[in-house]
């Protein structure tokens, strides 16, 4: 299914409504056009609750208000580039966000929830080997208004299914926490109860470990919560496969989770993406149970998805099993992710736009250019 590109291009004078948080609105209406805060609180509620984006059907307020306000705010269109549809359920989106540039939303059906997987960078600086984003490079970070985008337009097309996405993670292309404060900009908009009012619990901010940004993100709350993308017991296959491990290796890491004052029943998730033979041996198991001894947290086994095509191997299945039960039987709770959406390349570590397909060895991961 193709249809118009997304338009993001601003108008000269006129502001992109999508960034602002509500206290930005607030500020900006008072200098802009002396509105009081109030209208801050109406103007989310017309645009993330009822939907309405024209000023000139928001009925409770003033006319000249109104006109003022069309003159003040752009919004721009919802929509996509492209849909695809797996045989699975699971639905990818791609999204124009200028010229040259694409980013990637997945859709995945699950049996008893939808996760909406959403992008935050246009490519990748960290170069994960296992990770197909990562060999594209950084190509740009996304704007706070470029991921509430992905959210609003999947909404909206999700009626077509009558379905809504259950769960949110920033899991798609790009490191959440490489771009900081887009990446909690936006949260803070999905999170408002004047904005769309999600639960805190049901979004996801994934990450390979930036340590700084961990620990700032910890320290500022943001309402979210927060995995881990561990895949190593060992600091030398780590390293090998996560170049981040070099700059925070995983003492570090495990360290500023053990600091961390989670709320009660808040936990951590640590995300072990099983590589065959690699790092799936016995001596990783024991392992990772002395590593995440008394942790507060979940794991989430994830066997590598042998379609990203980067030379790494799918596990047995009875392995991924094994390490599943034995996790669960040292008093952990261990889950396991298969791969959705294969045949359309929407799987884990398989987001890569074609655009940059071509251009991908121009572009190098530059770990140490990576400033959270
Ligand atoms: S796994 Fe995440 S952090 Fe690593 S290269 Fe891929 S997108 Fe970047």
Redesign the pocket.
């Known amino acids: 299914m193709t249809l118009p590109l997304a338009k993001f291009e601003e108008p000269r004078d006129q502001v992109n409504f999508y960034g602002l948080s509500r206290s930005a609105l607030a500020a900006l209406l008072d200098e802009r056009v002396g509105m009081s805060r109030y209208r801050a609180d109406q103007l989310f509620q017309w645009v993330y609750q009822k939907e309405v984006r024209d000023p000139e059907k928001m009925t409770n307020i003033k006319a000249s208000d109104r006109e003022r306000l069309q003159q003040l705010f752009f919004f721009p269109e919802l929509g996509f580039q492209t849909r695809q549809i797996s045989k699975d359920g699971t639905r990818k989106y791609l999204f124009s966000v200028s010229e040259d540039h694409q980013v990637e939303s997945v859709m995945i059906k699950q049996p008893t929830r939808m996760t909406l997987c959403v992008s935050s960078q246009v490519g ?1 600086a ?3 080997k ?2 197909r ?2 060999t594209m490079g950084l190509i740009r970070h996304l704007r706070a208004d470029e991921i509430l985008f992905q959210v609003l337009s999947v909404i909206e097309d999700a009626r077509n299914f009558g379905d809504m996405f259950t769960n949110m993670v920033f899991m798609g ?3 959440p926490l490489h771009n900081y404060d887009a990446v909690t900009g936006a949260i803070r908009i999905l999170t408002d109860d004047f904005g769309l009012a999600l639960s805190q619990r049901k979004i996801t901010v994934s990450t ?1 470990g930036l340590v700084p940004a961990i620990r700032r993100f910890l320290e500022e709350q943001i309402p979210a919560n927060l995995a881990i ?1 561990l895949n190593a017991t060992t600091n030398e296959i780590r390293s090998q496969i ?1 170049p981040i491990n070099r700059k925070h290796p995983i003492e570090e890491l495990l360290g500023v989770l053990r600091d961390a004052k989670l709320a009660p029943r808040k936990r951590f998730t640590i995300e072990y993406v099983m590589l065959g033979g690699l790092n799936d041996t016995p001596e990783d198991l024991k392992r990772l149970s002395q590593l995440l001894r008394n942790l507060p947290c979940k794991i989430n086994l994830i066997p590598y998805n042998d379609n990203a095509g980067l030379g790494y191997e799918t596990p047995p299945s009875e392995r991924v099993h094994q390490w599943q039960n034995e996790l669960n039987s040292h008093g952990m709770t261990a889950t396991i992710r298969w791969s959705k959406g294969q045949d359309i390349d929407a799987a884990c ?1 398989q987001l890569v736009t074609q655009s940059t397909k071509q251009k991908k060895s121009a572009r190098l991961a530059m770990i140490d250019s990576v400033t959270p």
Request: aromatic fraction near 6%; hydrophobic fraction near 35%.
């Open positions: 990748c960290l170069g994960c296992f990770c984003t990562g292309m790009g490191e390979v993308s996560m570590g």
